[in-house]
């Protein structure tokens, strides 16, 4: 998944263009939930919060790489029963 970091000025943008409502605003900057985050794999070529962030502050979360093969797995395990 990918991880905000501390350069995020709470715009909101990333929010709603995330198609697995993965992000919401934490306690300090906006995060991104692991566990529904797909790097928008299945959904579009590229992570859309990435795109539509203002200050670039979205990156791998590098503790944490998943392969292709797993994000599609996420995919799928999130839009079982749409
Ligand atoms: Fe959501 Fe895609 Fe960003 Fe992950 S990469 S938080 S799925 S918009
Ligand atoms: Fe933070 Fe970037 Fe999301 Fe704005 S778009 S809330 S700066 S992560």
Do not use: M, W
């Amino acid at each position: 998944s990918l991880l905000i970091n501390q350069l995020c000025i709470n715009c909101d943008v990333c929010a709603p263009a995330c198609p697995n409502t993965a992000i919401s605003q934490g306690e300090t900057i906006y995060e991104i939930d692991p566990n529904l985050c797909t790097e928008c794999v299945g959904h579009f070529d590229e992570p859309q919060c990435v795109v539509v962030c203002p200050v670039e502050c979205i990156e791998l979360d590098a503790g944490n790489p998943e392969t292709r093969e797993q994000l599609l797995a996420k995919y799928h395990a999130l839009t079982r029963g749409q």
